[in-house]
């Protein structure tokens, strides 16, 4: 596949389906980015992944995003925190629960689908494809631990892409992206 720019893939994606049909029109899928090596389970984006943030933002500010949402974990707040301030949006955090991380995915997919505009999802390895899934695109392997630089394109009620943006991420592992 081609590289295309973020714009150019999510513009093309817009004419594929009426708007009507779509409330969101565009969901946007990311992990967060590379986080610091500092303990707990809290921490916060190393300097690598801070520049992906702002690619992240870079990436996104011509579109017409209406709404981010993150977990309470500063990793996916801080990943989202340079494209709310570069657009004036206040995330919405869903908290994860522990143990729960379907409960998890369902609850952030009826808040995407309770959404109008282009929406926002910065998650982390093990939600970003099942909430794809959970939004009906295709069931994909979880991310490596690895991966920072996917980026999920998704508009209802069946358009989909996968792009990279930022620095080039490793090699993924067997089993996962």
Same mark, same amino acid.
């Given at each position: 596949?081609?590289?295309? #720019?973020?714009?150019?893939? $999510? @513009?093309?994606?817009? =004419?594929?389906? &009426?708007?009507?049909?779509?409330?969101?029109?565009?969901? %946007?899928?990311?992990? +967060?980015?590379?986080?610091?090596?500092?303990?707990?389970?809290?921490?916060? !984006? #190393?300097?690598?992944? $801070?520049?992906?943030?702002?690619?992240?933002?870079?990436?996104?500010?011509?579109?017409?995003? =209406?709404?981010? %949402?993150?977990? /309470?974990?500063?990793?996916?707040?801080?990943?989202?925190? &340079? !494209?709310?301030?570069?657009?004036?949006?206040?995330?919405?955090? %869903?908290?994860?629960?522990?143990?729960?991380?379907?409960? +998890?995915?369902? /609850? *952030? $997919?009826?808040?995407?689908?309770?959404?109008?505009?282009? *929406? *926002?999802?910065?998650? +982390? #390895?093990?939600?970003?494809?099942?909430?794809?899934?959970?939004? @009906? @695109?295709?069931?994909? $392997?979880?991310?490596?631990?690895?991966?920072?630089? +996917?980026?999920?394109?998704?508009? &209802?009620?069946?358009?989909?892409?996968?792009?990279?943006? @930022?620095? &080039?991420?490793?090699?993924?592992?067997?089993?996962?992206?």
């Amino acid at each position: 596949m081609k590289t295309l #720019s973020v714009l150019a893939m $999510a @513009g093309w994606l817009t =004419s594929l389906a &009426p708007a009507a049909l779509a409330a969101p029109d565009l969901v %946007i899928l990311v992990r +967060h980015a590379e986080k610091a090596a500092e303990p707990g389970n809290d921490p916060a !984006l #190393s300097p690598e992944g $801070a520049q992906r943030a702002q690619a992240l933002a870079d990436a996104l500010k011509g579109l017409r995003v =209406s709404t981010i %949402i993150t977990t /309470q974990y500063r990793r996916t707040r801080d990943t989202a925190a &340079p !494209l709310a301030q570069a657009l004036g949006l206040q995330p919405q955090v %869903i908290e994860t629960r522990k143990g729960d991380m379907p409960g +998890h995915v369902q /609850q *952030v $997919a009826d808040t995407v689908r309770a959404q109008s505009g282009t *929406v *926002v999802v910065v998650g +982390h #390895s093990n939600t970003v494809t099942p909430l794809l899934a959970a939004l @009906g @695109g295709p069931k994909l $392997a979880e991310l490596c631990e690895t991966s920072f630089q +996917h980026l999920f394109l998704w508009q &209802p009620p069946g358009g989909w892409a996968r792009l990279s943006y @930022g620095a &080039p991420g490793q090699p993924p592992t067997p089993g996962c992206l």
